[in-house]
């Protein structure tokens, strides 16, 4: 099955029909037709963002026609540890995680979070000294 196959049973799957989802978007059934027909590696930039963020799937991906679905954070952290527990979680959670093309296995999402431990106890030391400057 293509790319573009399984993006449109994606799309009838979240939007019911495919004039809903250019609808939706704000293109015109014809162009995405078209984009169907010739292939999502030859629509514009533009048009590729409004699709992926409609389908919330990944652009990179879809690039190299595949479907990743892309999570979405309700509340967005503003502490740095928020974020660093939130890149924990989801590396704890994520499967198939490759760094450079290479899979990275339990001992590598380990380090990894060991990693984001020490950069939180950095910028904790960093923020405390800068307050007593102050």
Same mark, same amino acid.
């Given at each position: 099955?293509?790319?573009?196959?399984?993006?449109?049973?994606?799309?009838?799957?979240?939007?019911?029909?495919?004039?809903?989802?250019?609808?939706?978007?704000?293109?015109?059934?014809?162009?995405?037709?078209?984009?169907?027909? /010739?292939?999502?590696? @030859?629509?514009?930039?533009? *048009?590729?963002?409004?699709?992926?963020?409609?389908? #919330?799937?990944?652009? =990179?991906?879809?690039?190299?026609?595949?479907?990743?679905?892309?999570?979405?954070?309700?509340?967005?952290?503003?502490?740095?540890?928020?974020?660093?527990?939130?890149?924990? /979680?989801?590396?704890? @959670?994520?499967?198939?995680? *490759?760094?450079?093309?290479?899979?990275?296995?339990? #001992?590598?999402?380990? =380090?990894?979070?060991?990693?984001?431990?020490?950069?939180?106890?950095?910028?904790?030391?960093?923020?405390?000294?800068?307050?007593?400057?102050?």
């Amino acid at each position: 099955m293509t790319v573009e196959e399984r993006l449109k049973e994606l799309i009838i799957e979240k939007f019911g029909t495919m004039k809903d989802f250019t609808d939706h978007i704000g293109i015109p059934n014809s162009t995405f037709a078209n984009i169907l027909r /010739r292939g999502v590696q @030859n629509a514009n930039v533009v *048009t590729i963002i409004k699709i992926c963020q409609a389908l #919330s799937i990944s652009t =990179d991906d879809l690039a190299e026609g595949k479907i990743v679905p892309i999570s979405r954070m309700i509340i967005a952290p503003t502490k740095v540890e928020d974020i660093i527990e939130n890149a924990k /979680r989801e590396l704890m @959670n994520g499967d198939n995680l *490759t760094l450079d093309g290479h899979p990275l296995d339990e #001992s590598d999402v380990y =380090d990894i979070v060991l990693l984001l431990d020490m950069m939180v106890e950095v910028e904790k030391k960093r923020l405390k000294k800068k307050d007593e400057i102050k």
